[in-house]
């Protein structure tokens, strides 16, 4: 499961989501399967994937073993006003070194966080653009 | 409607008022809209225009790379994620971005619920 909530601000959730999913990514990309379920999107510079065990795929048959996020910026916002689903909007910045590659590349991402019953949130929506020029 | 086409005609429509008539976005945010501009927050739909037409430029373009859209929830919303590049009158080299919107619908009226835009340096 990702982040609990546990009386976090929006903003402390997001922070510790973005530690521990660059975390997983960097260090056991299998267990970033945690984070998604069955109706988790994910739009992978442009490519459209849907469910957890096709994003999960997804990010395993990158084509590279070892790499390392280094984040630049990290926003958020509620996803609905108060008293909705509870959901948080992400928004990330930073770049990505791939191992044997002589320079990182720059990306943007955008994740929308939305909570389990037990107060732990998952991956509803991921899009995952880099940042070339 | 498609979600791809509504989407993308809302971006069009949101730069296109942006860059010739940027008062005119107020009518695209509602009070409970938020922005965070470079880190800044701001909440409901005067304030953020206020920013927007507070910004140091007077003339500006922006050219947009790419835009990608998903469902945001149960609730019919939906999420663009956009990048480009923005031209100010008299700079020499375009500012690149990215721009995250949550569209919400309103009796089938889109509008800017969520707003957050960050300048992509090198």
Request: charge should be negative.
């Amino acid at each position: 499961m990702a982040e609990t909530n546990k009386g976090r601000s929006e903003e402390e959730v997001a922070r510790a989501f973005v530690n521990h999913y660059y975390h997983l990514f960097d260090n056991d990309r299998s267990s970033l399967s945690t984070l998604y379920n069955p109706t988790s999107l994910l739009t992978f510079e442009g490519q459209k994937i849907y469910g957890v065990e096709d994003i999960s795929n997804k990010l395993k048959q990158l084509p590279f073993d070892q790499c390392r996020h280094l984040i630049s910026t990290v926003d958020s916002q509620p996803s609905s006003m108060a008293g909705g689903c509870g959901g948080i909007l992400v928004f990330v910045s930073g770049s990505i070194q791939l191992h044997g590659e002589d320079r990182p590349l720059r990306f943007s991402q955008t994740f929308h966080l939305v909570p389990l019953l037990q107060g732990s949130f998952f991956v509803q929506n991921e899009m995952f653009r880099l940042n070339y020029g | 409607m498609d979600p791809d086409a509504v989407s993308k005609a809302f971006v069009e429509h949101y730069y296109t008022t942006f860059d010739s008539n940027r008062a005119g976005l107020v009518s695209l945010y509602q009070e409970g809209s938020m922005l965070t501009f470079e880190g800044q927050k701001i909440q409901g739909s005067q304030n953020i225009v206020a920013k927007l037409t507070s910004l140091p430029f007077q003339q500006c373009k922006h050219n947009i790379t790419t835009v990608d859209c998903q469902p945001s929830g149960p609730a019919a919303g939906m999420l663009v994620f956009v990048s480009g590049n923005l031209q100010l009158a008299g700079e020499q080299h375009a500012l690149k971005f990215s721009q995250m919107f949550h569209l919400v619908s309103n009796q089938g009226n889109y509008y800017v619920f969520n707003d957050i835009f960050r300048l992509n340096y090198a």
